[in-house]
């Protein structure tokens, strides 16, 4: 992939799309009837600094390539990018398909409540392939929500058009983060044969000598092997098992303790080491936070 291009300011991505100037220097809301690309225009990997959230849908032969794989354009498809994060287009004509994008510089946000909060919204850094699948119901809301903003900047700006628009962005983040939470109940299918493959993943890695090795498993590392983003892969499991990667790692580290603790006359340090731990401090610390006992009165207990 070639270095992204840079994009620092809402007007230049306008230009790039050949749109108008914006209204606002650091807010705008476009449609994607309006951007006016030609098959040698496709865009390449860029930056920005500011945040994007866009729907896509009705794209032109009901499917295009998105990421790494194909998507079923006819119902909205949402994505979220943060400032700096490199974001890819890959063989799709952003004028084949509908739908709206709204930028918003950071700036825009100084002094509210929401410049914080924004960056909590965990969904900013997952991945254009685990993009937000919405109902007709659910696409309604959101276009009513952007329809609002649109209309607050393209009116007479007034005292109370930067805090309408942010009242806005605030409600259409707060829906998107529930439809997130309803897509990770409702794909149970996908989300068993994850976990499965998870527990998979982590019976071959602890049977053979990966962590003594290899140390323990890093969160990129088990998500990198499934394919998804860290932060989604967490936040499935969590709203799935009650239970985050760095925590499904740990409990599998607690078990196999425990059975070394009870089957073996291995040292409590031996067993650190060879689950993987540089310091015997830490897993000590560990073994004790999760099971309300050190690993030695665990030990004691079978004796």
Do not use: W
């Amino acid at each position: 992939m070639k270095t992204p291009e840079k994009v620092s300011s809402i007007s230049t991505i306008h230009h790039f799309l050949g749109l108008k100037r914006p209204k606002n220097p650091l807010v705008s809301v476009f449609n994607f009837d309006d951007v006016k690309l030609y098959p040698e225009t496709i865009l390449g990997a860029i930056t920005t600094d500011f945040y994007v959230i866009a729907l896509k849908k009705d794209c032109a032969g009901g499917k295009c390539r998105y990421g790494q794989q194909y998507y079923d354009f006819d119902e909205g498809i949402m994505y979220f990018i943060a400032p700096n994060q490199v974001f890819q287009f890959n063989d799709i004509l952003l004028n084949e398909v509908k739908g709206f994008v709204l930028v918003v510089h950071p700036d825009f946000l100084h002094g509210y409540r929401l410049a914080s909060e924004i960056k909590e919204y965990g969904y900013f850094s997952y991945k254009a392939n685990e993009a937000l699948y919405l109902s007709e119901k659910e696409e309604k809301i959101i276009f009513d929500i952007i329809d609002n903003v649109g209309g607050e900047i393209d009116g007479n700006m007034d005292t109370f058009t930067q805090d309408l628009v942010v009242s806005n962005l605030e409600l259409l983040l707060k829906y998107c983060d529930r439809y997130y939470n309803r897509q990770f109940l409702t794909r149970k299918k996908v989300n068993n044969n994850l976990l499965s493959k998870l527990e998979s993943l982590l019976d071959d890695y602890f049977k053979n000598d990966n962590l003594l090795v290899n140390g323990i498993p890093t969160v990129h590392f088990i998500a990198e092997q499934l394919h998804l983003s860290a932060n989604y892969l967490s936040d499935m499991l969590r709203i799935q098992t009650g239970r985050t990667t760095q925590q499904h790692i740990q409990h599998r580290l607690i078990e196999k303790a425990k059975e070394l603790l009870s089957t073996t006359e291995l040292s409590v340090s031996e067993i650190a080491y060879q689950l993987g731990f540089d310091y015997p401090q830490s897993f000590h610390r560990l073994f004790k936070a999760r099971t309300s006992v050190s690993p030695l009165e665990f030990r004691a207990s079978f004796d």
